[in-house]
């Protein structure tokens, strides 16, 4: 009895059920192969043989998975993971439910399998891709199931241009304006008037704390200024902390990243050459993937990192290394900067204590998604501790709270949950947010909301307008009042091998490699 029915059926069904992509073509020329009446014993043993491989190669190519070339570029980082997490990364592909329903379809087609055709039925369900959306009026599909995306009308850009209404120009001509964009350096000898602290967060988006029903946290009112649009543009902390740290120029392509960049680019150490003392500061070693070489040597912060060792480990890392305390790192450096005098300090600091995987001492789950609420309670509470620290000193301090990417605790049908590959909105459009600490300012009753697509450049617009003209000056210029000469940035996002694209309206559309365009829908 053959099982090839079983197959193309199964894989029929998934697509409608939209769990799985579907290359019509390919599966029809892989069943015909396989339905075929061949005689020979021989013969139909090595189109057995070829056609086996052929069949998984189809499948994994159907399904929503990476492209198996970047799967094997990053072995290296898959070695890392430790056996409970990998345990728990399969439970997220694999279901009970799932693996039921499979010997449930799969017992019941062994005994119809020899007395209904089922070969019929697979070439009929093939056939029905490429014509059901004609029968139903709809556009036909391209050949190997890629969908046609129509033209989106033509937007807005940035700098106020009709942005061009094929994905292809359109991302060629952001990518010209992007090359054109950089902040004005700030007039010569400006001095150094406060202190500036980033707080970078791997693993928090809009779309997370909706998941876990902390979209209104009290924190965030805390803020000055707040981008409800912000993109980070990518969704692994490498490239998003590489294009932070560059962050005065604009967006650049994802293999620029690591191409290096223009000096002015280059954020703290512009700033060193305004008079601040740069510094860097991890809640973890650094080690995975060579984040905290990365950071150095292609993100300006050579030789200025600080070790966070002495501080209490809070949790555990998926590789088992320690991630400290946030609370207790943040408030030992500022107990330390106050040491050092009056030369106000740039810090950059980096916390990991929301990423997937980890693990916390105490807690009855291991799964890491079930961590993920009450370690991002205990997060947002160590800022709130940190805010308040730093407004007991009477320093003036700008903080900039800014995350890498999401942590995709919500997947889809394109990836699982916790699963970054694809840069979705879901996962790049990040909670960052501006507060202004010191004598003479007033904080706000509320945030002043910035309600546009913005990124890197805008949120270094606002920092550098702060510089130029600082806040706690006599006569400065107010806040709201700097927010309108932000230019915004388009939504554009990219992978290694991804890029997704935002046309009209709130459709996102998605390219891989150099395939077709095509819509997220999630």
């Known amino acids: 009895m053959s099982y090839w029915g079983f197959y193309f059926l199964g894989k029929v069904a998934l697509y409608y059920r939209g769990l799985l992509g579907f290359h ?38 159907d399904s929503h998975l990476p492209a198996l070339g ?20 399969l439970g997220r592909v694999f279901s009970w439910r799932l693996v039921a329903g499979f010997v449930l379809a799969l017992g019941l087609y062994a005994l119809l399998a020899r007395r209904v055709r089922f070969a019929t039925f697979a070439l009929l369900g093939i056939v029905s891709v490429p014509l059901l959306p004609v029968l139903l009026a709809q556009a036909p599909p391209l050949p190997f199931g890629v969908r046609q995306v129509a033209a989106a009308p ?12 094929d994905p292809d120009a359109r991302l060629k001509a952001f990518y010209g304006s992007e090359a054109r964009r950089h902040l004005e350096p700030s007039p010569a000898g400006s001095p150094a008037a406060f202190d500036i602290i980033v707080l970078h967060v791997c693993s928090l988006s809009w779309d997370d704390m909706e998941f876990v029903g902390m979209r209104e946290h009290p924190l965030l009112g805390r803020f000055d200024a707040l981008f409800t649009q912000f993109n980070t543009a990518a969704s692994y902390s490498g490239p998003a902390a590489l294009r932070l740290l560059r962050g005065t120029c604009g ?34 070693d650094g080690q995975f993937d060579g984040f905290g070489k990365a950071v150095q040597s292609q993100g300006g912060l050579a030789g200025k990192l600080e070790s966070p060792e002495g501080t209490p480990v809070h949790m555990r890392s998926f590789d088992g290394s320690p991630i400290y ?20 300090v740039a810090l950059y600091y980096n916390t990991v204590s929301l990423h997937d995987g980890n693990v916390v001492p105490g807690m009855k789950s291991r799964s890491s998604l079930d961590t993920y609420k009450p370690r991002l309670t205990q997060l947002l509470a160590d800022f709130d501790k940190f805010l308040t620290e730093l407004e007991a000193s009477g320093r003036p301090v700008v903080v900039v709270l800014l995350p890498e990417h999401g942590a995709a605790l919500r997947g889809d049908k394109f990836q699982i949950s916790g699963m970054r590959e694809i840069p979705n909105p879901r996962i790049t459009l990040v909670p960052a947010a501006l507060k202004i600490i010191g004598p003479g300012h007033t904080a706000a009753a509320r945030p002043l909301v910035i309600d546009k697509p913005a990124s890197y450049l805008d949120l270094n617009g606002l920092l550098a307008s702060l510089v130029r003209d600082n806040p706690f000056a006599t006569g ?38 150099k395939g077709a365009w095509v819509p997220y829908e999630p």
Do not use: K
Not at 35 to 50: A, G, Y
Not at 486 to 513: C, H, I, K, P, W
């Open 24 to 61: 019509w073509l390919l599966n029809l020329l892989l069943a015909l192969a396989v339905f075929w009446p061949v005689r020979s014993p021989r013969l139909r043993l090595v189109r057995q043989s070829l056609a086996v491989p052929a069949a998984a190669a189809l499948l994994y190519h």
């Open 70 to 89: 970047r799967v094997l570029s990053q072995t290296h980082v898959l070695a890392a993971f430790s056996l409970q997490y990998m345990g728990e990364l």
């Open 154 to 165: 033509a937007a807005t850009g940035a700098g106020g241009a009709a942005a061009p209404a």
């Open 251 to 284: 967006q650049a392509t994802h293999h620029a990243l690591y191409e290096g960049a223009d000096p002015a680019c280059y954020v703290f150490p512009t700033l060193e050459q305004l008079g601040w003392r740069t510094q860097g500061l991890l809640n973890h």
């Open 325 to 344: 305390a946030d609370q207790a790192v943040l408030s030992r450096w500022w107990q330390r900067r106050q040491q050092l005098g009056g030369q106000p």
């Open 476 to 513: 400065a210029q107010a806040l709201g009042e700097r927010l309108p000469a932000l230019q915004g940035t388009d939504f554009v996002a990219e992978n290694d091998d991804v890029v997704m694209v935002r046309g009209s309206g709130d459709q996102y559309l998605m390219r891989t490699g």
